[in-house]
Antibody, heavy 121, light 110 residues
């Protein structure tokens, strides 16, 4: 059974940094791309970033380019999202999601339950 | 404002067939596959339809997807109360070089 467990969310002041993590199990992690997708309270889904199976292809949504860094450790079956210069509009539930294939163009098919990021002074 | 346009709401009575539309452009739906996600209240999204009209294992055949040109649609037949959820379309956008979601459609079963 595919399991994705996010951690690292919390309350952070504007301009500060936060690192999210995702522990994956139940599938061959290094065969698949991984994604981060966020959802602000009461709002729709917004894709944030995707990384290919071997970290060779990484893509970001325009609102987070230059501030967020996605990375993965295939030896540890883990996915991270380092977030810098956080803004109020970054506040959301952040989902870790498994891609259907090895590249970021392969859409998420399994999702974790999310970790909540609150940005406030 | 989302790149893909969906109606904010839809409704139907039990047993009815409802459709949800998703409108895009040549850089997304017009040149890439469409996926649909279902998000039940308080839960994570679930992949409902991939590659325009394919159902993942376990998804009932009451759910079907189609695509024509720069638009796509999700059809739900034999509507049931447990179908009440938010539904999102999604597609890769070649101009943005990333995936884009529709704004979501809240389906109410009357």
């Amino acid at each position: 059974e595919v399991q994705l467990v996010e951690s690292g969310g919390g309350l952070v002041q504007p301009g500060r940094s936060l690192r999210l993590s995702c522990a994956a199990s139940g599938f061959t992690f290094d065969d698949y791309a991984m994604h981060w997708v966020r959802q602000a309270p009461g709002k729709g889904l917004e894709w944030v970033s995707g990384i290919s199976w071997n970290s060779g292809t990484i893509v970001y949504a325009d609102p987070v380019k230059g501030r967020f860094t996605i990375s993965r450790d295939n030896a540890k079956n883990s996915l991270d999202l380092q977030m810098h210069s956080l803004r109020a509009e970054d506040a959301a539930l952040y989902y870790c999601a498994k891609g259907r294939g090895p590249t970021p163009r392969d859409w998420p098919d399994y999702w974790g339950q999310g970790t909540l990021v609150t940005v406030s002074s | 404002q989302s790149v893909l346009t969906q109606p904010p709401s839809a409704s139907g009575t039990p047993g009815q067939r409802v459709t949800i539309s998703c409108s895009g452009s040549s850089s997304n739906i017009g040149s890439n596959i469409v996926n649909w996600y279902q998000q039940l209240p308080g839960t994570a999204p679930k992949l409902l339809i991939y590659s325009n009209n394919q159902r993942p294992s376990g998804v009932l055949d009451r759910f079907s997807g189609s695509k024509s040109g720069t638009s796509a649609s999700l059809a739900i037949s034999g509507l049931q109360s447990e179908d009440e959820a938010d539904y999102y379309c999604a597609a890769w956008d070649d101009s943005l070089n990333g995936p884009v979601f529709g704004g979501g459609t809240k389906l109410t079963v009357l």
